[in-house]
Each structure stands twice: as C-alpha cells, then as structure tokens.
C-alpha cells in the first residue's frame, strides 16, 4: 500500500490525490482480500468445530449462516484492510489492546519522548515522524494520545533522519516513562505516587 499510495492506508492516499496503477490496485486488493477470507475463516473456527468447518468448505458442503458470515467477515475485513488497516490494529485486536492497558498502566515503561524544548526545530520539518508512524499516531503527544503505540520506534528513525546534519540529533527518543499525569492511564496513580514520597519524606 505503501510504494503505490505512498500512504498506509487508501483513505489517506486519496485524500492527497495518489492513485497508483490500476494493475497494482488489483493486485492489492487481491491480497487484501485473501487475507480478509482468511481471518474471516479463522474467526468462524473459534465457534465452529474447525476440521468439519474445512472439510465443508472444501467439499462446497458450507451451510447457510456459515456462508452468510464468511461473506460479511470477509468484507468488513478486507474493507479494514484497503481503506484503514490501522484501526483494527487500534481497536480490533484484543491482544493489542491487553497490552497497551498494561503499558499504560506501566508509569515507567519505555515510550517514545518529544524534546518540547527544541520543538521549533519542527517548523521546517515535513511531519516525517507523523508519517512513518504506521498506527497513524500524533508521535509527539502525550502517552494517553499514544495508546496504541507498538514502539516500532520507526517515528524515531525518521527524526533522526531528518536531523542528520544536527548535532543535537533527533528529537524524539527512547525513553523509561516518569509516573506521571502524561505516562499512566489512571491520573490516580499520579496522586499515589505523590502521597507516597510525602509519607515516606516526612517519616
Ligand atoms: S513507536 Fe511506532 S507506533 Fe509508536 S508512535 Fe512511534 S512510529 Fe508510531
Ligand atoms: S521528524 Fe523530528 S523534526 Fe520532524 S516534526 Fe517529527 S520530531 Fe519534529
């Protein structure tokens, strides 16, 4: 989707007006569709018994409601995967979101740090963070702004691309969270922490 669009997703890629070959469009969403049957087929075999579900497949012995949801399954699917991968991967996959609760919830787990002190440096920056990131993120902001963060740290890469030539290097980094009101999920655990040191300063 990429080398054709020079977006993630065809939704972006429209909007700035990149097309692609109509033969690549095929091929794309082909694959696309492969894979949304795939997934389709996959998530019926978690409520039906999985070799009978293949074999009547194969064998073009598929009942009327297996049928009817691999048809819609396929289509939300493929649909999600041409127009907006991203958001499946935000808010579709139940292991994703279990780990981003728990990183989250980790006030000093590893994230990706914005130097505010040196953001004027962006000014004459093209976004090059915004746009490598594939989860579609505001790679700036604050943590609860990144929940689905994957820490495929690319955002990083990109910055210190375009800083090269500066000494001072990139602008965003790698970095253990400070259990704050920007690092957890829960704001509470900001004022627990606080409560803590205070007992723990006046003891
Ligand atoms: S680490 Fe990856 S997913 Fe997270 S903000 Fe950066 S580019 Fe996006
Ligand atoms: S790539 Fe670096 S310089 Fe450019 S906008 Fe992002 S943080 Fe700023």
């Known amino acids: 989707m990429t080398r054709i669009t020079g977006r993630p997703t065809l939704w972006e890629a429209l909007k700035k007006g990149r097309r692609g ?14 894979i949304g049957f795939s997934w389709a087929l996959a998530l019926l075999s978690y409520l039906l018994p999985p070799i ?9 012995n598929l009942g009327f409601y297996s049928s009817i949801f691999l048809a819609i ?11 907006a991968r991203h958001l499946f991967c935000k808010y579709g996959c139940a292991f994703g979101v279990v780990q ?6 980790h006030g000093r787990g590893q994230l990706v740090t914005f130097d505010t002190t040196r953001a004027a440096a962006c000014r004459d920056c093209t976004k090059a963070c915004d746009a490598a990131c594939p989860m579609r993120l505001p790679t700036r902001s604050h943590k609860r702004a990144k929940f689905s963060c994957t820490q495929c740290l690319q955002c990083v890469s990109a910055c210190r691309e375009v800083q090269k030539d500066n000494p001072q290097g990139s602008l965003l980094h790698w970095q253990p969270g400070e259990p704050s009101r920007q690092t957890v999920l829960i704001p509470m655990h900001q004022r627990d922490s606080e409560s803590a040191k205070q007992r723990l300063n006046s003891a």
């Not at 009978?52 to 073009?60: A, C, E, K, Q, S």
């Not at 981003?100 to 919830?105: G, N, P, Y």
């Open 100 to 105: 981003s609760i728990a990183w989250m919830t």
């Open 73 to 83: 399954a396929t289509t939300v699917f493929t649909l999600d995967f041409l127009f």
């Open 52 to 60: 009978p579900l293949y074999t009547d497949l194969i064998t073009g």
């Open 21 to 34: 070959k109509t033969i690549h469009w095929a091929g794309l969403s082909l694959v696309c569709t492969l």
